[in-house]
Structure formats: C-alpha cells, structure tokens
C-alpha cells in the first residue's frame, strides 16, 4: 500500500468519525448542561480550526487564524456543515498528490508566530492524529453522559466500509 492510499483511507476514516461524533453532539445538545455542550463543540471547533490551518499550510497560503480556538461557541449547524466541507476538501486533496508532493517540505507560521517546517506527509498525519484525539475527548464526554460514544476506530470503519473483511 501506498503512502498516498493510506493517507485516502485515514481521511475518509476521519470524515466517517466526524460524521459520527456531529450525530452525537446533536444528541448530546439536547442531554447535556450548556458547560459539557461547550466544552464539547468547543473541543470540536479547535479540531476544525487547526485542519483548517493545515489546509493553509499545505497549499502554501496564509491564513487568518492567531489562535486555535475561538471564545464564542459556533452555531452548530455552521460547524458541522465546515467540518464536513473541510473533510471533503482533505479526501480530494490527498487523492491527487503524487509522491514528490507528499515529501516536500513546507515552510510555515505557528499561531504564535514561531516558524515550522514539515513535509506534506507529515502534516497530513497531524491532522489526522489530532483530530482523532479531539474525538477521543469529547467521546469521553459522550460516555459520561449518555453510557456511550459513536464508534471511532480505524479498524470500525474499514469493516463498515467494505463488509467482506468480516468474513
């Protein structure tokens, strides 16, 4: 398997997560104290906002972004709609890399200004580790709330998705 497979398969595994944990969220609106509700789609909001950041920093533009978070909760149907467009967006990005983009290596300000340097590979494997410790956190939200948390497992989704891997 190919890097570049690998990296398509790990992104559409984390727009299925994410399309899990928006389902969740939705019922944990209606569950929850207005503290757990922030603090989830807070948690959420700082995931998207850093794939959007990496988004920037992968097509060697600026963004706009001085911090990772924000101090207003979105509106929730806005963020989940960002979130979903932003999973595309990382689908189609990675499936037409070829080799010599994913190795090269990109120049880039932190938030806070400090410069970074990765590969593409490498930033593509932050955004997906990142986001799926976020999930991870507002899973345990989920659990403390309502006994359970959508499924996120890479090994989940594959099974999901193609069904004769469980023969």
Known sequence: MSAQTLLISLFEYKAWADQGLIAGLTRLGTLSSEVEYRTAVGIFNHAHIVDRIFGANLQCEKHTYSRTDSDDV???????????????????????????????????????????????????????THGGYHRGEIGRILTQLTGSSPRDTFTGFLHEVDPARSR
Do not use: C
């Open 74 to 128: 979105p509106n929730l149907e806005d963020l989940f709609n960002a979130i979903r467009d932003m999973d595309r967006w990382y689908v189609q990005y990675v499936t037409h890399l070829r080799d010599a983009d994913l190795m090269k290596a990109i120049a880039f300000s932190f938030t806070d200004g400090t410069p970074g340097q990765m590969s593409r590979e490498e930033m593509l494997g932050h955004v997906v």
